[in-house]
């Protein structure tokens, strides 16, 4: 199959559609879960932060209030190099916004001095160093700061950058890149899996429905699916019509073989005991003439229930084909050759040109008679001198046959009805025949799932054409 | 030659025992396929024409018990049933032959005629002599009262049938079979064509190939 069909197929795939729904919604619930999850985190964090430095922002408020700031800066120093915990920044401002006292951490940007020109007390520019504490590494870190009023109006400020909560949502922001995308895979794998074994049956009713369709193998059922629910069901209704269909057919096969059966026997019996009386040499003529009839007339009745069963059979479409793999200019040679002599006979000139092999998949015999009766439709109706001209040639992956003749054409009102059964055009009611030939022809190539059409030549006589569907895609032969 | 006739039509099984009688067998009829396996354990047969639809044992079975005792018995299958499948399983139960009803007698008496033959490893002939009319198959020559004719491939293959034949009826469906190879009517009879081009050849009088009118054809060897 190609690629466009397979992606055709596959946008017509119930089960894909079901699938991307699926995935779709389960990254979104995925990902909605994720976040709740994150802010949850990051806030918790962040409180459990501010409880913390509310912690040592008493503690240090107590040592100022108790030992005043010699003991506060021996007590930071100490702090600063345990190793558990964060390193803090802690500074006392005045009421003024000055800066009394500072402790920065070690992993933070000390001072960052920067020369500025400033205009002194004299009219003129003096430069001098602004300095300021710049938080580490980058801006997205925050920093979280607690303040207390101390006793002496100071403003003792604890902080700590939010590094700490970064550290621990970042793995967790890569962590759900990775792992929801994996979750989003398997996900819709899953989905597709799931999808395809619930519309499995959907797909054994539609292969079901074409292998009958193009095999007429009437006794082909859908497996039931093992779980009993609403699918189960179809299928089972589905098996049961075809159940019905195939009992219908059997029972009007049945019928017509009976009838054939029925008529057959006296038939044969009737013309078995013609045929050997007329093969006793005593006998008048009168007599040997009236069963010579007998035998005759019976030899059509029993051509004529022949071709009609066959008709009824295959527009019935309970036409049993034995196909096998062939060559269709084998085939119209065959028919050709078979009515070589009576075109001679006729003076007809009776033309077949073989070209490259038409390889179809058809009954051999019944194909070869419909081409026969399709020049033997010609013969009859070119008059003596005219010529019956066969084609055969593969148009887009069909083998189309066509017979032209030089007679006198169909009327266009006529050329759907002569494919009827027992019609007969005005021109031919002198010809003999049983008028069952076309229909015949159009039976059998129909139940081949071609078509029979007739059209008239520009210059003179009529164009019969056969066109059987792609030889090559056929199914194999039963 | 005794032939076993093992049909429940008895219309039908009254022309075949009598034109077989008439071709000088010995014939023995039973309507029923027991009767018939009870008879070829009595009598033994030059070959059986036993129907495949019969009341009781039916002729498939019948012929697959006769095989499982006596496997040598030329058997031709008669049949209503004329699809490839039928003809297969009656092959396939043991059948030499299938003919499809309904059939010339003529047709019945020739297939007949060539199972026995085929049976008693008759050697085959490579001269063919009919009255005046010769046929060397190997030389694939022919010769009427003495004289060379030459013929088309098709017409050969006809006079042989004929001469295959002698003095014996010959249907054109028989003719269609054996020359083209065909097994239904085309509706133009194109074995009356080809025919009438062989009598142009070698029997412009019409004295030696007769036309029996719903029979068939005859080529005779007393002229």
Redesign the interface.
């Known amino acids: 199959m190609s690629f466009t069909g397979t992606l055709n197929q596959l946008r017509h795939s119930v089960a894909l559609r079901l699938s991307l729904w699926f995935t779709v919604l389960f990254a979104i619930g995925f990902t909605a879960v994720f976040a709740l999850l994150y802010v949850l985190l990051g806030r918790q964090l962040e409180a459990r932060e501010g409880e913390v430095l509310q912690l040592r922002l008493r503690q240090y408020a107590d040592i100022y209030e108790a030992r005043g700031l010699d003991g506060l800066d021996v007590r930071t120093e100490e702090d600063s190099y345990t190793t558990h915990g964060r390193a803090l920044f802690v500074r006392l401002v005045a009421r003024n916004g000055d800066v009394v006292w500072a402790r920065v951490p070690p992993d933070w940007i000390d001072q960052d001095a920067k020369n500025v020109a400033v205009p002194d007390g004299w009219g003129g520019w003096t430069v001098r160093k602004i300095f300021s504490v710049r938080v580490p590494r980058d801006q997205e870190q925050d920093l979280a700061v607690v303040s207390a009023m101390l006793s002496d109006g100071f403003l003792l400020q604890v902080g700590r950058s939010t590094d700490n909560r970064a550290a621990l949502l970042e793995p967790l922001r890569r962590t759900f890149i990775w792992v929801g995308s994996a979750a989003i895979l398997v996900g819709f794998i899953v989905a597709v899996m799931a999808a395809r074994r619930a519309t499995r049956p959907l797909h054994q009713v539609v292969e079901t429905a074409r292998h009958i369709i193009n095999t007429g193998a009437l006794d082909a059922r859908v497996p039931m699916p093992l779980r009993n629910d609403d699918i189960a069901e179809l299928v089972k209704h589905f098996n049961t019509v075809l159940d019905k269909n195939a009992a219908l057919l059997r029972s009007m096969r049945e019928a017509l073989?009976n009838v054939?059966?029925d008529l057959?026997?006296?038939?044969?019996?009737l013309?078995?005991?013609?045929?050997?009386a007329?093969?006793q040499p005593s006998m008048d003529n009168a007599a040997?003439?009236a069963?010579?009839?007998?035998?005759?007339r019976?030899?059509e009745v029993?051509?004529l229930l022949r071709a009609l069963m066959e008709i009824s059979e295959a527009e019935a479409g309970v036409l049993?084909l034995?196909r096998s793999e062939n060559d269709f200019r084998e085939l119209t040679n065959?028919a050709v050759?078979?009515?070589a002599?009576?075109a001679e006979?006729k003076a007809i000139k009776l033309e077949f040109a073989p070209g490259a092999a038409v390889p179809v998949n058809v009954d051999p015999?019944r194909m070869?008679?419909a081409v026969?009766?399709l020049i033997?439709n010609a013969?009859?109706y070119t008059p003596s001198g005219g010529a019956v001209a066969l084609k055969l040639y593969l148009e887009s992956g069909c083998a189309v046959l066509e017979v032209r003749d030089t007679g006198p054409g169909v009327p266009e009102a006529e050329q759907v009805r002569i494919w009827e059964r027992l019609y007969r055009g005005d021109q031919s009611r002198s010809q003999?025949?049983?008028g069952l030939?076309l229909s015949l022809v159009r039976a059998i190539v129909m139940a081949h799932g071609g078509q029979a059409t007739v059209r008239n030549a520009p210059e003179r006589g009529a164009i019969f054409e056969v066109r059987l569907p792609d030889a090559t895609n056929l199914p194999p032969a039963k | 030659m005794r032939i076993l006739v093992v049909e429940d039509d008895a219309k039908i099984a009254s022309f075949v025992v009598k034109g077989l009688k008439q071709e000088g067998y010995a014939v023995d009829h039973a309507p029923d396929g027991d009767t018939g396996l009870a008879l070829t354990a009595s009598t033994t047969y030059d070959a059986a024409v036993v129907d495949v639809m019969l009341p009781g044992l039916d002729g498939l079975s019948l012929v697959k018990r006769l095989r499982a005792s006596r496997a040598e018995l030329p058997v031709l299958f008669l049949s209503a049933r004329s699809t490839v499948q039928d003809r297969i399983a009656g092959l396939q139960a043991g059948g030499d032959d299938y003919l499809t009803k309904p059939f010339a007698f003529a047709e019945l008496s020739a297939r007949l005629q060539a199972l026995i033959r085929r049976a008693t490893r008759a050697p085959e002939a490579t001269r063919l002599k009919v009255g005046d009319v010769e046929m060397d198959l190997v030389g694939r020559v022919v010769t009427v009262a003495g004289l060379r004719v030459e013929l088309m491939p098709r017409e050969f293959s006809l006079l042989e049938y004929l001469l295959r034949h002698p003095n014996r009826h010959v249907t054109k469906t028989m003719i269609l079979e054996h020359v083209w190879d065909y097994s239904f009517d085309p509706q133009t009879n194109v074995v009356d064509v080809l025919m009438h081009r062989l009598r142009g050849k070698i029997d412009p009088e019409k004295r030696r190939i007769e036309t029996v009118r719903g029979v068939g054809y005859v080529i005779h060897g007393n002229t």
């Open positions: 073989d054939a059966h057959r026997t006296p038939l044969t019996s013309r078995g005991s013609a045929e050997l007329l093969t040997r003439d069963l010579a009839d007998c035998v005759e019976s030899d029993l051509r049993r034995e065959q050759e078979l009515y002599d009576v006979a015999v070869r008679q026969a009766n033997d013969i009859k003999s025949g049983l030939g």
